[in-house]
């Protein structure tokens, strides 16, 4: 599972739930993995007040709608129960912390477990979940795919060269053009740690086949599912933590 700079994926993810879990890890090719999070809890979780900390369960509690609870619950359950696997640990022990923010130095930058090997990012939409894990910093992100006006409506936040490629084409490949597009900005301003404190308009990733990688990150195009789209970033070697 590599990071390609060419056009098609060479990323295929692994699906929480069907796959097995990993062993420790060990340096190599990121890993990402996918989970349906409408069905049942991904994995032996017979206790998911036990598997989240305090910080996650009160999230959780906050969310109004009892769809949205249980798509978080079942979304952080997956990462723990990976980081766990990763980290040859019980999942609940996996202390989560944010890094600093690489504009202000608060505690609200990448998330990362205390302590450990690997570098990760989560991303949730709809009913589906994208984890990716690396030896270096890395961003994910999914997407449900939106209908052709709307996409038309938020292209003009893009950069200008990716708004005048997309101002450029038919209805019918509109909304996969700007999904791939969005997907690939997130998961690098997530990786990067800024997330959309960086205006859209900033960073060229491309709207065709193939990502054009900002300087000193890997950008490549997750396959999904059929109406989703998704992402990773993954900061080159050598590049600081």
Not at 23 to 34: F, K, Q, Y
Not at 170 to 179: D, G, I, K, Q, T
Not at 188 to 195: D, V
Request: hydrophobic share 40%; aromatic share 6%; proline share 12%.
């Amino acid at each position: 599972m590599r990071v390609s700079d060419g056009p098609g994926s060479t990323t295929v993810p692994r699906v929480l739930g069907e796959d097995p879990l990993p062993g420790l890890w060990t340096p190599g090719p990121p890993h990402v993995w996918l989970l349906r999070t409408d069905g049942s809890l991904p994995g032996p979780v017979q206790n998911p007040e036990r598997v989240l900390d305090a910080g996650e369960r009160a999230r959780a509690a906050a969310f109004v709608r009892e769809l949205h609870r249980e798509r978080y619950v079942a979304s952080h359950i997956g990462l723990r129960l990976l980081l766990g696997a990763y980290l040859g640990t019980d999942p609940a022990a996996v202390a989560l912390v944010r890094e600093p923010c690489p504009g202000c130095g608060g505690p609200h930058g990448r998330p990362a477990a205390a302590g450990a090997p690997l570098h990760f990012n989560l991303s949730h939409a709809g009913d589906l979940a994208l984890f990716a894990f690396a030896d270096t910093p890395v961003g994910a992100d999914v997407e449900e795919v939106q209908p052709a006006e709307t996409a038309r409506e938020l292209a003009g936040v893009l950069h200008p060269a990716e708004t005048a490629e997309l101002a450029a084409l038919p209805a019918a490949r509109l909304p996969e053009a700007f999904a791939r597009c969005w997907t690939r900005k997130e998961a690098y301003l997530k990786g990067t740690g800024t997330g959309l404190s960086e205006n859209p308009s900033v960073t060229y990733v491309g709207t065709g086949p193939a990502p054009a990688s900002p300087a000193g990150w890997a950008l490549e195009d997750v396959p999904a599912v059929p109406g989703y789209a998704a992402a990773i970033a993954v900061a080159v070697m050598n590049a600081p933590r």
